[in-house]
């Protein structure tokens, strides 16, 4: 509800300024030189069905004439892109502008802009950025304190004024297997016990599959089921007293390896989940043998129609997230996004670009009314029309003579998650199946429960010593970890040797490193 | 006579150099892209190698970073995977040789003796092929066969009653399926020099000795694998120099956290170190550089050994 009002105030207020604005505007893009920007991004996996360069999109060709800005990509190729983007770091050649999750750099945008990477864009956005600014003040002034770090701007966001939709992964399940054991949908760990044994009785092979679409570590993936013991599998902060914790070295770890430990002997959950990627895992889906899985709200529509086809009796359900008991609430949720801020389309400068002022220009537009209408829709005509004031995606997005889905036909003509922010209604259009909008609901109210600021890695920041000490001892911890949890969760070891483990984390000072996340969010909690 | 005394003195290292270019430009103008691969890739990129030594940050470049000495291999040598992955290395390498360098010399040796010339071409063929696949492809074969439902697991499940499990989860068996997988992907290949080494022996031997009255095997060891240990000792000084860098691509498209235990080798913990978690150049480098150190170390012993037993060596 708030929402809206802030909504039609900032659509006021930027119409305002646009108008205020125009005159002096329309002219000078006539006049503007025109300019080429090299834009280093991951190629989306939509656009890559049918494209090899987003420089090929319809909505860059028409952006490029709107703008006079011309844009040459560079993509690093699909298969690791986190790699790749660190051999560009190292080979010093930037390009003018970088998409990329910045907070994974070591360090995070900060410590990017000490490395003489990225820009602070702290001054220019002032007299380059007006709409962006007046979006973030009139509509979501809360998220400033995460798209800016320490008050000073690093990059340009991707952002959306709506709480719903800040959970994207959780557990699904086969509706129609549950109907058929007469069961409800399970709550608490021991009615998903409850119904997994079921399931194994029905002769599902495995009832229960972990996996994440977006890597190869399984271990992320059961970050759904281990919330509901209070803590998650990495850092994190403890809702109860407030602390920085790791999860491995907490006590309440072993209840849930001991759990997941039974499940297995049980055949209750997939014994591949730590050794088959994800693509294994999906094909349990599709055969029949899976009854349960944690998914992911985007690829919900075809994973939907593509169980349907080949398992026609199969019907989908959203799970809320476990607990451990009747009626509680799961303490720690895993958030994608929050505060209308998310990772995906984050934008940097390099200190490469010699056009920072026609940059920040061009990023503003997205931004602006025209703009916004062209990254969330399209062209108008082409891709969407507009029916009682609301854009409705055409015959062409919605039903592709090519037979592509939603996702990648709109791919063509625009690019919601790119800079700027997401409009409701490409949401709604968007995420437009039945499941989705369940998910949608289901999910974000378990985490509109929980207090997302404790888990959330952007909520704490730190400075240059801390940067260099953290890095020197998390990496070593983060590889011990993971490989930890997937023999204890395999069985390979015992949880009788679980106390030797901490010790061993110990002495690769993992409590140092909670101290200096702690200093870092009590820092971001008193600004 | 006296003349050609005159031109010897006037000899000197330069117009020797000079003339022997002269004489063999066009060798040397083949010789250049060779060369030029080898200065590119081989020797600029150890140029780098020297922040293995430094604090390497990527405003301050190569030069420009802050020297730390040994730091990074203090870190590295007290790394709790240290041990581990260096004795993987090396087991994963010496078991590597041990199986798979002498099995190529048996099979060229067991192929010679055939007579059908159709027979033996069509082994070869077939033992080829492997080699062709591309290694994803491989791997990805191999993950299939090994898995729970896998051709491999099901046949040892169903005739040796062993227990139903992924055979790549369980660290014990890395090793086995690594050199096993190896044998058949290299088996036929690896054979063909053994092979034009062995096309290459006199006949007028096996007929004297025939004269003498020698059956098969005692043609073999008198007179075959004597004349192919030259090739043999090369082709296994070339094997150890490769001793610390066994295919960690064919590693890390197998293993998973699992099987970490045995199969993390140094060349798959410096990727991860190096490229995924977190970019720790330096670090990496020094890892690396510390891996090549070793594998320079056995190169020379090995040469040393052959030198002395042998009397022969790559110098």
Request: hydrophobic share 40%; with cysteine.
């Amino acid at each position: 509800m708030k929402n809206k009002r802030f909504v039609s105030v900032a659509v006021m207020a930027s119409l305002m300024l646009a108008t205020l604005a125009g005159c002096g505007n329309s002219e000078s893009a006539q006049e503007t030189e025109r300019v080429k920007l090299t834009y280093w991004a991951a190629l989306p996996t939509n656009v890559s069905q049918f494209a090899v360069d987003m420089g090929e999109l319809d909505f860059y060709k028409e952006l490029e004439k709107r703008t006079n800005v011309e844009i040459e990509f560079i993509h690093p190729s699909s298969a690791n892109v986190s790699e790749q983007f660190n051999v560009m770091l190292a080979s010093g050649d930037y390009p003018d502008i970088i998409e990329r999750d910045w907070s994974s750099y070591t360090g995070g945008e900060e410590q990017a802009n000490k490395d003489g990477i990225l820009m602070d864009l702290t001054d220019l956005v002032k007299e380059n950025m007006p709409n962006m600014l007046n979006y973030i003040d009139t509509v979501i002034p809360e998220s400033k304190k995460w798209v800016t770090t320490n008050g000073r701007f690093y990059t340009i966001p991707n952002l959306s004024d709506n709480e719903k939709y800040t959970v994207m992964h959780g557990p699904i399940i086969r509706k129609d297997l549950l109907d058929k054991c007469g069961l409800e949908i399970p709550k608490t760990i021991a009615d998903w016990e409850n119904v997994l044994r079921a399931f194994k009785n029905e002769g599902i092979a495995s009832p229960l599959v972990f996996f994440d679409t977006d890597s190869y570590s399984v271990v992320k993936s059961f970050a759904q089921f281990i919330g509901a013991y209070g803590i998650a599998r990495n850092f994190f902060v403890d809702p109860v007293d407030g602390k920085v914790k790791h999860g491995f070295t907490d006590e309440r770890i072993k209840e849930f390896i001991s759990t997941m430990r039974s499940w297995i002997d049980e055949g209750l959950l997939d014994p591949d989940i730590t050794t088959i990627d994800s693509k294994g895992l999906e094909g349990k889906i599709y055969n029949g043998e899976a009854g349960a899985w944690t998914d992911n709200v985007s690829t919900l529509r075809t994973r939907e129609a593509e169980l349907k086809r080949v398992l026609p009796e199969a019907e989908l359900a959203i799970c809320p997230y476990p607990t451990l008991n009747e009626g509680d609430v799961c303490p720690i949720v895993p958030f994608d996004r929050m505060d209308g801020y998310t990772y995906a389309g984050m934008v940097g400068v390099s200190t490469a670009n010699k056009n920072p002022e026609r940059t920040l220009q061009w990023l503003d537009y997205a931004f602006s009314e025209e703009g916004h209408m062209l990254y969330n829709f399209g062209i108008e005509g082409t891709s969407y029309t507009m029916e009682n004031g609301t854009p409705v995606y055409t015959e062409l997005i919605t039903n592709n003579p090519d037979g592509y889905d939603l996702n990648t036909a709109l791919a063509n003509y625009a690019r919601p998650n790119a800079t700027g922010y997401l409009d409701e209604a490409y949401l709604a259009q968007y995420y437009n199946s039945e499941l989705q909008q369940q998910a949608l609901q289901t999910w974000s109210a378990d985490g509109a429960k929980t207090q997302p600021s404790m888990i959330w890695r952007a909520c704490y920041k730190f400075n240059a010593e801390e940067t260099e000490e953290y890095n020197a001892l998390v990496s070593q911890i983060n590889t011990y970890v993971e490989e930890k949890y997937a023999r204890l969760i395999s069985g390979i070891d015992s949880l009788d040797q679980y106390d030797k483990f901490v010790e061993e984390l110990k002495t690769m000072q993992i409590d140092r490193v909670c101290e200096l996340i702690q200093t870092a969010y009590d820092r971001a909690l008193a600004q | 006579m006296l003349k050609k005394e005159v031109s010897l003195k006037g000899n000197s290292f330069a117009v020797r150099v000079k003339k022997d270019f002269l004489r063999n430009k066009y060798v040397y103008l083949m010789a250049i892209p060779v060369l030029l691969y080898y200065i590119a890739f081989c020797y600029m990129p150890m140029y780098g190698a020297i922040i293995a030594f430094k604090n390497y940050k990527i405003v301050d470049g190569i030069l420009g970073s802050e020297w730390v000495g040994l730091q990074w291999f203090i870190k590295f040598i007290n790394d709790y995977s240290f041990v581990r992955v260096l004795k993987n290395t090396v087991l994963l390498s010496f078991f590597s040789i041990l199986w798979t360098f002498p099995a190529p010399i048996i099979f060229a040796l067991f192929l010679n003796e055939i007579r059908s010339n159709k027979y033996k071409r069509v082994v070869q063929t077939l033992t080829y092929l492997p080699h062709f696949i591309s290694l994803v492809v491989i791997c990805g074969l191999i993950v299939q066969f090994v898995g729970r439902d896998g051709m491999i697991t099901s046949i040892l499940v169903n005739v040796f009653g062993m227990e139903r499990t992924n055979l790549l989860a369980d660290p014990a068996k890395f090793r086995t399926i690594y050199i096993l997988s190896e044998l058949w992907q290299g088996i036929g290949w690896n054979s063909i020099i053994y092979l034009s080494a062995l096309s290459a022996i006199d006949l007028q031997l096996y007929e004297a000795a025939e004269l003498d009255g020698a059956g098969r095997w005692r043609k073999m060891f008198h007179i075959t694998i004597p004349s192919i240990v030259p090739t043999i000792i090369i082709m296994l000084i070339l094997k150890l120099g490769h001793f610390m860098t066994i295919g960690y691509e064919k590693v890390m498209l197998l293993y998973s956290p699992n099987i970490y235990e045995t199969a993390d080798i140094i060349s798959t913990y410096v990727y991860r170190i190096g490229l995924l978690e977190g970019a720790q150049y330096s670090y990496s480098t020094a890892i690396g550089l510390f891996n090549s150190i070793i594998n320079v170390m056995i190169l020379i012993i090995a040469n040393k050994i052959s030198n002395k037993v042998t009397g022969q060596g790559l110098w």
